[in-house]
């Protein structure tokens, strides 16, 4: 069985203190790892796609890094404004529809 | 460019009546999914499709059903609702590919059942 897992569930930083967030994930075979960025009371928000392992992708203060068994999603000198819950998902090899597998998300607040 | 437009976004229900929660795109995706939020579980996809015609089950699809007669809508139905369907229910649309552009999500429809 596909699983994601999002570690820690909840994180509370000082504007300016870098931390990263954990994905880690089993699947059957990956054909893409996805971050998104949820606001209260709001959809997901397409963050980055990763496809193989060593693969890096920044935004702004972001960068998502992919491994073999979990991505990682740096957050550099935050700001209160990238308080929000961040999910990942992964897309498997042989799952038909675009289907996604989400991890639980971390929720990150960001205090000035 | 409106995205992706859910209605309604709040309601309330009592057990064992029916609604229709309303999912339309306007950027010609084929794609669209249905997944629903619940605390500390993630988003779990519901029913999916890959075009016009064509659904399928997703992960916790009982007590709900989907069609889509066209492109752009995909609505939700509960036929019977039931206390456990309390949750938010977010509809999403992607090109064939994901790609770099992922999944574009709707607002969200929160829906208590009393």
């Known amino acids: 069985e596909d699983q994601v897992t999002q570690s820690p569930e909840a994180l509370r930083l000082q504007e300016g203190e870098s931390s990263s967030l954990n994905c880690s994930y089993t699947?059957?075979?990956?054909?893409?790892l996805f971050w998104y960025r949820q606001d209260p009371g709001k959809g997901p928000e397409f963050l980055f796609t990763?496809?193989?392992a060593g693969e890096e992708k920044e935004k702004e203060r972001l960068k998502a890094t992919l491994t073999k068994k979990e991505s990682f999603l740096h957050i550099t000198a935050p700001k209160p404004e990238d308080s929000a819950t961040y999910l990942c998902?992964?897309?498997?090899?042989?799952?038909?529809?675009?289907?996604?597998?989400f991890g639980g998300g971390t929720r990150v607040l960001v205090k000035p | 460019n409106a995205g992706v437009t859910q209605t309604p976004k709040f309601q309330v229900l009592k057990t064992g009546q029916s609604m229709t929660l309303q999912c339309a795109q306007d950027?010609?995706?084929?794609?669209m999914s249905w997944y629903r939020q619940d605390p500390g579980m993630g988003l779990r996809l519901i029913h999916y499709s890959v075009g016009a015609g064509i659904t399928d089950q997703g992960e916790v699809p009982n007590g709900y059903n989907v069609s889509r007669s066209t492109t752009e809508d995909f609505p939700l139905r509960l036929e019977l609702a039931a206390p456990s369907q309390t949750s938010v229910y977010f509809c999403?649309?992607?090109?064939?590919?994901?790609?770099?552009?992922?999944?574009?999500f709707g607002s969200g429809t929160r829906l208590t059942v009393v």
């Open positions: 950027m010609n995706h084929e794609y």
């Open positions: 999403a649309s992607s090109q064939r590919r994901l790609a770099n552009y992922g999944y574009t």
């Open positions: 998902a992964v897309q498997v090899s042989k799952a038909a529809g675009n289907k996604l597998t």
């Open positions: 990763l496809y193989s």
């Open positions: 699947v059957s075979g990956l054909r893409g």
